[in-house]
């Protein structure tokens, strides 16, 4: 029997299609291409926004013009056109739906093709999702159920028109406007997003969930999230990604703040599968992200992710460690195949008395694609017996990819603890040996393998999601992940 | 405006080089200098760096008087002496064995192009005064360790540039000391260009022991030839502003490759060191060790790179950062990196910093132990894997000798 060789396993990676590569056919409303004030006017006006909003986004796009894209990175790609891009598009059918059966069969399928089949989720999981399709959201589920608890869990603008205090509030705190050109970018032509609010000592009883999706052509996505757990609160929030198969570089510049006031703690889980181009490196989705949390005192935010996804990755998902006895952790799982590029990590910025970080992140490159840890530990004066454990291990599957790490490490008081560690193989042929000696097929073996070294992140996912992760992970690494 | 006036007249008190060797490599060192400014901490490479003091410090513009008494500045009292006092070069005066040979870079005529990175590399080329050249012929083994000393006096500013080449199967030990006697401010660049031939055996010791108003840059770029072995120590004892630039190219397979690195500094000082080592060929290995003690204010920079290239495979590569903090405003700035563009390697970065583990110190202390005792056995324990790599017994003895008089202690090898 012929054994599955690790060039066979090469040649399969780089001969699989994207799965999730489909148009949903809905007439969208698509406002004219290009960015000016004239076009934040006119989406600030279609989404009803109050005078406030208007002008942050005018103060956001005034900053934007002044500022420069980032060259910084290790990644290399053709920069967007930002006058080529139609900044907001809406599913024409804008009246909400009282009810599931309202909501249009196409749009129906196309969950059903992601895998999150709505009615199965609601009757089976127990969770609440929140989808978005091209930056309006059309369904919101358990909403009832949350109401009862204080929960809110609304589309971005929702919370604009419900509860604009907790919105005004808070957007920003974070991430601020001037913090870099595509958060800036961002404010100026943020369409929707979600927003939750956990009030103070609720145990949100379910995890929530947002499907991201990119859909009509031209469009990028601003999407813009906020989620503020107040004193004692604590919820897992959960966000996926996959987007159609398409030719022209679609840009996604979204912004995430986490807010965990008083001993809350919040825990994000994104899984990320959006196009990736074809296997020559055509298309695919540009993902520039800003994701940030602040901790309070005694808070603990956790961000985990997989990144099976993009043409290219620019994602630093952080944790300002503000209050004492603040916790920050970070666990990551990326894969890049073909001419896929990632310069992916996290920032850990110790304030706060006794504060303490974990970063993992575990990288796969296959093809010929470029997977780079790019993160920040920063140990401030005031960071007494600040603690951080870091450990990046990188995969090398052929030999035409690249691994690199850039850890950045700075620490200012002697009372810190800052351990880092990083490591970059291919899979051992001793390993592989060892399986097989042990009568594992080589397929079975390589796929044990990679499991394996990504269990330490997979664990750290909801069981929902858990689920997906895994099947992300088979299908960007198929023929060796079962 | 104000700013680019700051660069041009730092540059202006240097006259152009007469090293032919160096003309080649003109126009891009003059492309990086044109319309620049220092670089500020904006500039990725000085991002933790910071110039204004040098930009703004008071330099000599005319010729410095030698001082008479330079000799007591060697370590190694047995060695093949090179003195570089303020930029004027004495060779030894003694007979060199057969194979061995010294003399001015200026004699030279080509030299090997080096790689410039910023703005210092590119006034070395084009300003560097004087230098030595030292060329170790084929299957020679020489004995005596050769010792560059660079000695800077009063508010003496300028470049050197040095090149060793050692031959195929030739052994040698090579230490570099540097070390300046003034109470003004100096600047001292000095950029060494190293070959090592084919099974060629290099040692290098580089001793930085300048005072406290010395900026102090060094670059070294190193070239491995198949099956050699090279090792570097740098042991950063004093300084105000030091920054040491280690570029090794590894070309030939084989090829083994030390870097091992100690700091200690106190006071407000600052030392910056930047390694790269670039494995091109397949089938050879690198060891990268960096451990450093930071006292008072001082700050210490490590950025370590190793690339692989995508030919490289089977490279194995380590590197380790480890920093002791023992005061309250000392910083550490780590940046451990690697880039790896081939699949069948093994390449491995640790980095940590911390304080003296206080019960490790109360430990000691029950067993009865002074305070001071234990913190010297531990921070003597963290230093001892870099101070076992010294293979000049001299060196070894002026470091321990600068440790104990630095922290009161008595320490014995």
Redesign the interface.
């Known amino acids: 029997m012929a054994g599955y060789t690790e060039n066979e396993l090469a040649q399969d990676l780089e001969n699989q299609e994207y799965k999730f590569g489909f148009v949903t056919d809905i007439e969208a409303d698509t406002v004219p291409i290009g960015l000016n004030e004239d076009i934040i006017r006119l989406i600030s006006k279609k989404k009803d926004e109050p005078e406030w909003l208007l002008e942050y986004r005018l103060k956001a796009f005034a900053i934007w013009k002044e500022m420069t894209e980032p060259e910084w990175a290790h990644v290399y790609y053709q920069k967007p056109d930002f006058q080529g891009i139609a900044y907001y598009s809406a599913p024409k059918q804008t009246k909400k739906y009282e009810s599931w059966d309202d909501v249009d069969p196409e749009m129906k399928e196309t969950m059903k093709k992601l895998g999150i089949s709505m009615e199965e989720q609601q009757r089976l999981t127990g969770v609440a999702v929140d989808f978005v399709m091209d930056s309006v959201s059309v369904a919101t589920s358990f909403k009832e159920k949350l109401g009862e608890l204080g929960v809110i869990f609304c589309s971005f603008s929702d919370a604009v028109q419900n509860h604009p205090e907790l919105v005004r509030k808070h957007m920003g705190s974070v991430v601020p406007m001037a913090d870099n050109f595509y958060a800036a970018l961002n404010a100026a032509v943020f369409t929707d997003g979600s927003f939750c609010y956990i009030p103070k000592g609720v145990r949100c009883p379910m995890e929530l969930s947002t499907y991201f999706r990119i859909n009509a052509g031209g469009t990028g996505q601003f999407e813009r999230t906020l989620v503020v757990a107040d004193e004692g609160a604590y919820v897992s929030y959960l966000e996926g990604c996959t987007a159609p198969q398409r030719d022209e570089n679609q840009l996604h510049a979204a912004v995430v703040e986490l807010i965990a006031m008083d001993h809350a703690e919040i825990k994000y889980s994104t899984v990320q599968n959006w196009y990736p181009g074809d296997k020559e490196g055509k298309g695919g989705v540009f993902n520039f992200v800003t994701k940030r949390g602040m901790c309070h005192t005694r808070a603990k935010i956790s961000w985990t992710q997989v990144e099976t996804g993009s043409a290219v990755t620019w994602k630093y998902p952080s944790c300002i460690l503000k209050g004492d006895h603040s916790i920050g952790e970070f666990y990551s799982v990326a894969v890049t195949n073909n001419y896929q590029q990632a310069d992916t990590g996290t920032k850990m910025i110790h304030l706060g008395k006794n504060t303490k970080s974990t970063i993992i992140s575990k990288g796969i490159s296959a093809g010929k694609s470029q997977n780079s840890y790019r993160g920040l530990v920063q140990i401030n004066k005031s960071a007494q017996n600040a603690r951080n454990f870091s450990q990046c291990d990188s995969l090398l599957m052929t030999d035409e990819c690249g691994a690199h790490t850039f850890p950045y490490i700075e620490c200012k008081n002697p009372t810190a603890k800052i351990e880092h560690e990083a490591t970059t193989s291919k899979i051992g042929e001793d390993q592989l040996f060892y399986c097989m000696q042990r009568g594992i097929s080589e397929e079975k073996a390589i796929s044990l393998i990679v499991n394996g070294y990504c269990k330490e992140v997979l664990n750290q996912l909801p069981m929902e999601f858990a689920v997906e992760a895994q099947k992300l992970l088979a299908i960007s690494l198929e023929g060796s992940v079962g | 405006m104000e700013n680019s006036n700051k660069l041009s007249q730092f540059s202006r008190r240097f006259s152009p080089t007469e090293i032919k060797g160096l003309l080649p490599m003109a126009d891009v060192a003059r492309a990086f200098l044109d319309g620049n400014d220092f670089p500020t901490t904006r500039v990725?490479r000085f991002k933790?760096t910071r110039l204004t003091k040098l930009a703004n410090a008071q330099f000599a513009s005319s010729n410095i008087a030698l001082p008479s008494d330079y000799h007591k500045h060697q370590i190694c009292s047995d060695a093949f002496a090179i003195f570089n006092v303020n930029g004027k070069v004495f060779l030894p005066d003694t007979n060199l064995p057969e194979g061995l040979h010294i003399h001015l870079i200026s004699s030279e005529k080509s030299l090997p192009t080096s790689t410039v990175k910023d703005v210092f590399a590119g006034m070395n080329v084009l300003y560097a005064q004087s230098g030595v050249c030292v060329h170790v012929a084929k299957n020679r083994v020489i004995d005596r360790v050769i010792e560059i000393i660079h000695v800077c006096t009063d508010s003496f500013a300028g470049f050197s540039r040095n090149h060793l080449s050692i031959a195929e199967n030739a052994q040698v030990k090579v230490l570099l000391t540097f070390v300046s006697e003034q109470t003004k401010e100096c600047f001292s660049h000095v950029h060494t260009s190293i070959q090592v031939g084919r099974q060629a055996h290099l040692n290098v010791e580089k001793v930085q022991m300048e005072s406290s108003d010395m900026f102090s840059f060094s670059d070294e770029e190193i070239w491995q030839e198949a099956d050699s072995v090279f090792q570097i120590n740098t042991l950063t004892l004093d300084g105000n502003l030091v920054r040491n630039d280690l570029h090794i190219q590894v070309q030939g397979e084989h090829a083994e490759t030390h870097l091992n690195g100690m700091y200690m500094l106190n006071g407000q000082k600052h030392v910056a060191n930047y390694t790269t080592v670039d494995h091109q060929v397949p089938n050879c290995e690198s060891h990268e060790l960096y451990k450093g003690i930071m006292d008072d204010k001082s700050v210490a920079v490590f950025n370590g790179k190793v690339f692989v290239r995508?030919d490289a495979?089977i490279t194995n590569a380590y590197q380790s950062n480890a920093?002791v903090?023992?005061?309250?405003?000392?910083?550490?700035?780590?940046?451990?990196?690697?880039?790896?563009?081939?699949?069948?390697?093994?390449?491995?970065?640790?980095?940590?910093?911390?304080?003296l583990d206080d019960e490790a110190i109360f430990y000691l202390r029950a067993r009865g132990l002074s305070e001071k005792s234990a913190k010297q056995l531990m921070l003597t324990a963290f230093m001892s894997d870099v101070l076992d790599k010294i293979t000049i017994p001299a060196v070894r003895v002026k470091v321990f000798k600068t440790i104990n008089e630095r922290f009161n202690w008595e320490l014995e090898l």
């Open positions: 990725e933790y995508k495979q920093n903090l023992i005061s309250d405003e000392a910083s550490v700035n780590s940046k451990p990196e690697l880039e790896i563009y081939a699949d069948d390697v093994k390449c491995s970065h640790g980095s940590t910093t911390g304080q």
